[in-house]
Structure formats: structure tokens, C-alpha cells
């Protein structure tokens, strides 16, 4: 932390470097470049929140301590603190920039220059109080002739007093409203956020919301995660849990390195951590339903506003994105690459369900994938390296638990489709096995295990030779026998008369001889 005296040398220092800018072209093409920044890269008028969690999370990054981010809402105005690492003189000058003052080889993750800028959306006047400094950005200055001819997004202002009481050892931004017609909206999106908005953050482990108009209050809450991969997330009293695969990519191939996107903002990355997760239910089932992430699921730490992946199952990785997080570079080789081990990922997450004693049943339908046509994030980067080749994988595994407790091809198995149980029973193919009832299958069509009934298995005849020369033929057959007998079925004639089906015709009688006969011949 610097002193007073420190701090405003700083801030003086750095408005009179820009300031001395005045009469030349550069001072012209900044306005506009902060004009655009701040009003179109920006899309979301809530999206200073994200942007300042981010910021959060980095500022925690070396720290023990328990991150805590505070919102403070009311008509009018925004007050977001936070107990990260106080401002250095390097993020000031960030803040009074459009760069970037964050390392991503150090493991930062935000863009505290350029994120920033985002308040802008909703406010003409932003406050920012941290490590001894204070001070803000205002339109409206008195000492602006003409507040459009000025780059006043970063020429910061000292404040002597705040214009509301802080807390001088945490990090404070007050971001009063230029319409209070805001407050509502923001509101509405704050009350919206969920816990999955940091199912990724490591240091931020709690945030907390007042509505000050109405007294309500909120909180958010990363509770922690187990030896075993789960998470537990508490949004106001209620519990998620969600089961956790990380991999640590510590080898970028050459055709990633050679890639400009990679030169220019990845070039001295040495690794990076990739994570999918899948929701439970409170018996600790898996629960794909509830695991359909904020935003499209797609995160870069937080949320991506329009990166639909087209999964049930939120996906974390270092992506590429633009500044405003709309939006995914889906032809950055880097973020290529990061998509295809997150489908290695997810075989290596399928490999671990199919031996789990309970998920083995549930697993598939967490694989049941959206296709969102047109949206280029999906066309481009998730459709063909993500779900194309795990729906092939899918097609092709031998994962399906059988009722003979082994694992078999979804083309390999079938299911019955009378509601009581029979004996192993098989389709129009010998090579056939009958899936474990406890399977949850595939919602959509194409993915759906054949289904059978018995006049499949009466009909098949290749089928029931290969059972009659088994050792085990006869109990077999008495065991199918006894099945047809206990669940006779009903048919009815062209004049609607009912009756009970025999097998007369039916070649599945099992002499004394090992041969198979008519029931109308034995």
C-alpha cells in the first residue's frame, strides 16, 4: 500500500502524461477508441460484474485467504468491494488504459485495462479506492470543456474524501448510475446470478448481494470440493453438487505455437488447466437436467455470453474470447486445440462413469448434446471437435452395462420392450445382449437402444439353435417357458375378439435330444 502523498503523485503523474497528448492526432483517434471500447465491444449492461469478479479472482490469485466479493445495490448506484490484493501502481496505469496489465503465463485471467472499460455502460462517474488510492473518472468534471472531445474513460481525478464510507483495506469501486432507470435491470440480472458463475474460480469463494432498497440479501458460495472430484455450491441455503475432471495441458503443439492469436497472447503460456463438470442430484445421482450452464456453458473462467458448446455440462478453458466475453474466436488455433482435449477429457470422464457402481447406469443421457445450426461457435470449433467425435466415441465403446454384467456396443444390445422381466433374451442377431433395466439411455431417437419384444426373440431361430446346443440349454429354455406362462399375451382378432396367445407355430421347444420343434410337433 502507498501513501497519500504517493498515490496522488501517481494519479497526477499519469493524467498530466495524457493529457500532454492534447494537440495531436493520437488524442483524437483515443477518444474514439475508448468510445467504442465502452459503448460496443461491451454488449451487456450488467457485465462491470463479471468483469470485476475476474478482476477479484486475480487479485486473490497468491493469497490465503478466503475470497469475499460484496455487491451493494441500490437506485442509485453499485458498490462492489472485494479483500484481494490492493492496487500497485502498474494496475492503476492499466485502469487509466486500454491494455492490459495481467500475465496469462502467470496464471492471470482477467483484462483489468481493458474489462474495465465495461462500467461505462451504465455509468458516467466511477470511484475506485485500493492500496492508498483514490480517485475516478468523471464526464462531467468542471475542468472538461466538452466532455466529447476529451478522453475522460482515463484521465483518473483525485479524490479527497469518498463520497461514502469504505473500508481503506479492501478494494472498493462505486459506480453510481447515469440514469437510474438502470437500477432495475441491474437488479434483475444480480438476482440472477447463479452459482455456477464461479463453478471455476479458485481463490473467490463467497459473494454476497444487499438489495438496499429492500433489505434483501443473497449469497453465493463455493463450499468446497472433496478428494474425490465434487463440489458443493450453496446458492442461499441451497445446495449443488457437480463432479469435477481436470486436466493440467503442459504441451503446446508447434501448429498452436505457430498460430499469430497464440504469438501475441499466449506465446509464453508454459500450461493450462481444462475442467468439465457434471451437475448431481442431492442422492448424488447424476443429474444432466440441472447442469446446463449460464450463457451457453462455455467458460473462460466466467461465463461466455453467446459461446453455445451445444452441452449439458459446463465447459472451463483458457479460450480466447473478445474483450466484452460475448463472444469465442472459434478460428484461434489456440482455443481449436483447448476443444479437442476437452473432448479427450470427456472420454477420459466417460472411462471413470462406465466402472463407477452407480453413474454407469446414468452417465449417457449427460451426453445428449443441442446442436445449435448457426451459431459459429458450434459450426466452427464445438460441433466438429467437441460432439461429432464424441457421439462417434459413443457409437463405438463398449460402455453399455449388460444384464450379464458386462459392457457391450449400444449396437450391440437391446432392451425389451414389455414392461416385465424376461430371461436373457436377444434380438435378430446372435451376437446380441440385453441391457441392464438400471440404464438411463440416450432422449434422443437416433441414439436409442434397439428395442425387442417376444416376437423377436420367438422368430429368431438362429438365435435360439446357438442357446439349444449350450451347456446350460435347458434351464434356459424352462426359464423362457416359465416367462411366457407367467405373462401370457392378450391379442385380438379382426372382430375384436380377445384372446390368449399360444406358440403353436413356434419353433422353441426343446426336446429330449437337444432339437428344437414345433410346439404343435412335441
Known amino acids: 500500500m502507498v501513501s497519500p502523498y504517493q498515490a496522488k503523485t501517481i494519479i497526477d503523474g499519469i493524467r498530466n502524461e495524457i493529457e500532454a497528448s492534447k494537440d495531436t492526432r493520437i488524442w483524437g483517434e483515443y477518444i474514439n477508441s475508448l468510445r467504442l471500447i465502452s459503448q460496443v465491444v461491451f454488449t451487456r449492461s450488467s457485465g462491470f460484474i463479471l468483469e470485476l469478479i475476474q478482476n477479484a479472482e486475480d487479485a486473490g490469485r497468491d493469497l490465503n485467504s478466503t475470497g469475499l466479493f460484496q455487491i451493494r445495490i441500490n437506485k442509485h448506484r453499485v458498490m462492489v468491494t472485494y479483500n484481494g490484493s490492493p492496487f500497485t501502481e502498474e494496475n492503476v496505469n492499466a485502469l487509466c ?134 463440489t458443493t455450491l450453496n446458492q442461499d441455503g441451497k445446495l449443488q453438487r457437480f463432479k469435477f475432471f481436470r486436466r493440467n495441458l503442459k504441451k503446446i503443439p508447434e501448429w498452436v505455437k505457430q498460430d499469430r492469436l497464440t504469438q501475441e497472447y499466449r506465446a509464453n503460456v508454459t500450461q493450462r488447466e481444462i475442467v468439465v463438470a457434471f451437475a448431481l442430484d442431492d442422492e448424488g445421482n447424476l443429474a444432466p437436467v440441472q447442469a446446463g ?39 484461434a488455433s489456440w482455443n481449436q486445440w483447448l476443444v479437442e482435449q476437452v473432448a479427450s477429457l470427456c472420454r477420459e470422464a466417460i472411462a471413470y462413469f462406465k466402472n463407477h457402481e452407480k453413474w454407469k447406469y446414468q452417465f449417457r443421457p449427460a451426453f445428449d448434446f443441442t446442436k445449435p445450426m448457426g451459431f459459429e461457435s458450434y459450426d466452427k470449433l464445438f460441433g466438429p471437435r467437441l460432439i461429432e467425435p464424441l457421439e462417434k466415441f459413443l457409437e463405438e465403446d463398449e460402455w453399455v452395462p449388460t444384464a450379464d454384467g458386462d459392457h457391450a456396443k449400444p449396437s450391440k444390445v437391446v432392451k425389451i420392450s414389455e414392461k416385465e422381466d424376461i430371461a436373457p433374451v436377444m434380438g435378430d442377431q446372435s451376437d446380441l445382449k440385453l441391457v441392464d433395466p438400471q440404464v438411463k439411455e440416450s432422449e434422443l431417437a437416433p441414439f436409442k437402444f434397439k428395442e425387442i419384444d417376444r416376437q423377436d426373440l420367438l422368430s429368431n431361430e438362429a438365435f435360439l439353435e446357438e442357446k439349444s446346443k449350450e451347456p446350460g440349454a435347458v434351464n434356459w429354455f424352462r426359464s423362457l417357458y416359465l416367462w411366457l406362462r407367467a405373462h401370457p399375451l392378450t391379442v385380438y382378432s379382426r372382430n375384436r375378439y380377445a384372446y390368449q396367445e399360444t406358440y403353436t407355430y413356434q419353433k422353441i421347444i426343446l426336446t429330449a435330444h437337444g432339437n428344437l420343434v414345433e410346439g404343435r410337433n412335441a
Open 97 to 230: 488504459g486500454i491494455s492490459s496489465s495481467k500475465k496469462p503465463e502467470q496464471g492471470t485471467v482477467g483484462y483489468l485495462g481493458i474489462g474495465f472499460k465495461s462500467v461505462f455502460k451504465v455509468t458516467d462517474c466511477p470511484e475506485v479506492y485500493s492500496g492508498g488510492f483514490q480517485f475516478k473518472f468523471d464526464r462531467n468534471y468542471e475542468e472538461w470543456d466538452d466532455p466529447r472531445y476529451i478522453p475522460w474513460h482515463v484521465l483518473p481525478i483525485w479524490v479527497n474524501e469518498p463520497s461514502e464510507s469504505i473500508d481503506p483495506d479492501k478494494t472498493t469501486f462505486i459506480i453510481p448510475y447515469r440514469e437510474e432507470s438502470y437500477y432495475p435491470a441491474l437488479l434483475e440480472e444480480v438476482k440472477n446470478l447463479n452459482t455456477q458463475l464461479y463453478l471455476f474460480l479458485r481463490w473467490l469463494k463467497k459473494i454476497e448481494v444487499t438489495d438496499e432498497l429492500s433489505g434483501q440479501t443473497w449469497e453465493l458460495e463455493n463450499v468446497g470440493e472433496t478428494e474425490k472430484g465434487i
Open 293 to 331: 450452464a449460464m450463457y451457453g456453458g462455455v467458460y473462460s473462467f466466467l461465463p461466455l455470453g453467446e459461446a453455445k458448446s451445444g452441452a449439458k455440462f459446463p465447459i472451463q478453458a483458457d479460450f480466447l474470447v473478445q474483450p466484452g466475453r460475448g463472444a469465442i474466436n472459434y478460428e
